[in-house]
């Protein structure tokens, strides 16, 4: 763990294994960090936060800009590890190597232009203006479907106006975060303003961050059970609080949409992390008259999936991340075929030759689903995808809503009509239209419902960790 500038062991000097998903291998064993070692990093963000918070906007910015470069000099060890932790097909992981440097980028430059205001005055003796100041240490809670772009995203634009952090990956994936943290001190970041606590257990480390009084932000993704539990206790201090929680995104293509092109962001946005992102497609609806054709399509494009291990630079899908994962996707799947499903590919867990030692779930598409079963109700995060007929834009404007769940969702049209208000109508903090990846750093990015609060990414990401200051001058 890094904790005011220093590599630590925890306390007790236990410690968690991190194993590959893909072949059950070893690949090391990290500190169990607990309430203790959480206080002490909290203490020391604390103590750095008056001198990293009043230094010019400018310095921080060479820093984060240094850590950049380092994350792209460094892209292919961070690619390989992120493959081998988290099970990520080695191309996607590159990928996510550049998205979290760009947010490294872009908030160095965001953070330099957190611009204040002055505001005409009602009476000839005063004068009155607004600060924008950072709202001081911030507990960062992150994932391990992305734990290098997840973690990038709320750090970045922290440390860029001046926010001390402390934070805690995901036990699945802690060594992507060990190894950016290795760049921050290689970048030359001050003691104290950037922490890292490992932990298996997560709720002792969560509760102090939650407890602290000197953590005033809280940033969390996952799951909305969590999130919700979280959110309950930042009530206790009125803790500024964002989360960005589970999704059960639509995807619908209707009838005047280019077949090819739906098919294939269909696919993509599916089976992308095998199925395994916040935002991937959770069901996909289909207009009645090109459903056949759309389903040979897209089940064509499925079979030509490629699994495997993620270091083979021909695959395409992975393993699930751990034996949860897939129990939660093996039952959807049951669940389904037990209500009268039908399965036009996939469906069983790849248990073969080198495959015997991972968690492989073949690409799944069903069809005859009801919304009655799970798969319609529960996030998947795995590599099945239910297809759906529906007869009119009302109806399937009723079907995407009916959730209580509102991170993304995706649609293709060539009816530019429809595309405006169908967008408008959707109940989704993300939508894409004819786009299946529509995340950009430069983009506000979060869900509306119980699919959580406050946004990450662009200058909404900013605006997150940052106070609203009015001063009035009498003169």
């Given amino acids: 763990m890094f ?13 968690f294994e991190v194993r590959n998903p893909a072949t059950g291998d070893l690949l090391a064993s990290v500190p169990a960090g607990g309430r203790a070692e959480a ?3 909290i203490e020391a963000a604390g ?23 380092l994350i792209l000099q460094r892209k292919e060890h961070l690619a390989r590890l992120l493959a081998m932790e988290g099970g990520k097909p080695i191309v996607e992981a590159r990928g996510e190597v550049h998205y979290a440097a760009d947010f490294f980028g872009f908030f160095a430059e965001e953070g330099k232009r957190v611009y204040g205001e002055l505001i005409p005055t009602h009476a000839l003796e005063k004068r009155l203006m607004v600060l924008k100041q950072p709202v ?7 994932i391990w479907n992305f734990p290098l772009a997840g973690l990038a995203r709320p750090v970045a634009p922290a440390l860029a106006v001046g926010c001390p952090v402390v934070v805690k990956p995901a036990e699945q994936t802690p060594l992507t975060a060990v190894a950016l943290f290795e760049l921050f001190e290689e970048a030359g970041m001050p003691p104290g303003v950037a922490n890292l ?35 309950r206790g930042a009530a206790d201090q009125v803790k500024r609080i964002t989360l960005e929680l589970g999704g059960h995104a639509p995807f619908i293509i209707f009838e005047e949409a280019d077949l090819d092109a739906a098919a294939k962001g269909a696919l993509l946005s599916k089976f992308r992390n095998g199925g395994q992102t916040c935002i991937c497609a959770n069901r996909i609806y289909v207009q009645e008259p090109i459903f056949e054709p759309f389903a040979t399509r897209f089940v064509e494009l499925v079979k030509g ?10 695959i395409h899908v992975g393993p699930l991340i751990d034996e949860q994962a897939f129990l939660k996707v ?8 037990a209500g009268g499903a039908h399965l036009l590919v996939g469906g069983s867990r790849r248990e073969e030759g080198d495959f015997s030692r991972g968690l492989f779930f073949e690409p799944t598409v069903l069809t ?20 759906i007929p529906f007869g009119t834009e009302e109806e399937v404007l009723r079907f995407a809503n009916e959730t209580p769940y509102g991170l993304a969702a995706f649609f293709y049209t060539k009816d530019l009509s429809r595309a405006v208000r169908f967008a408008e109508k959707l109940e989704y903090g993300i939508v894409g239209v004819n786009d299946p990846l529509p995340g950009a750093v430069q983009a506000p990015f979060g869900g509306i419902k119980q699919s959580g609060i406050g946004r990450e990414g662009g200058r909404s990401g900013l605006e997150e960790f940052l106070e609203t200051k009015f001063i009035s001058f009498g003169l």
Wanted: hydrophobic residues 45%; neutral net charge.
């Fill in 3 to 15: 904790i005011d500038g220093r590599w630590v062991k925890s306390d007790s000097g236990r410690t």
């Fill in 39 to 41: 206080r002490r990093a």
């Fill in 47 to 69: 103590r750095a936060f008056p001198m990293w918070s009043r230094l010019p906007a400018q310095e921080r910015a060479a820093l984060l800009v240094k850590v950049r470069e």
């Fill in 136 to 142: 001081g240490v911030a507990g960062i809670v992150t």
């Fill in 197 to 231: 606590i490992t932990a298996f257990e997560p709720e002792e480390v969560g509760g102090e961050l939650l407890e602290n009084p000197l953590v005033r932000k809280l940033n969390f993704t996952g799951s909305v059970e969590v999130g919700k539990l979280l959110m």
């Fill in 305 to 314: 999936l490629k699994m495997g291990n993620p270091l083979d630079e021909a």
């Fill in 330 to 337: 093996k039952g959807h799947v049951d669940d389904a075929l």
């Fill in 368 to 387: 005859n689903v009801l919304h009655s079963m799970r798969i319609m109700k529960e996030e998947t995060f795995g590599p099945v995808a239910p297809l």
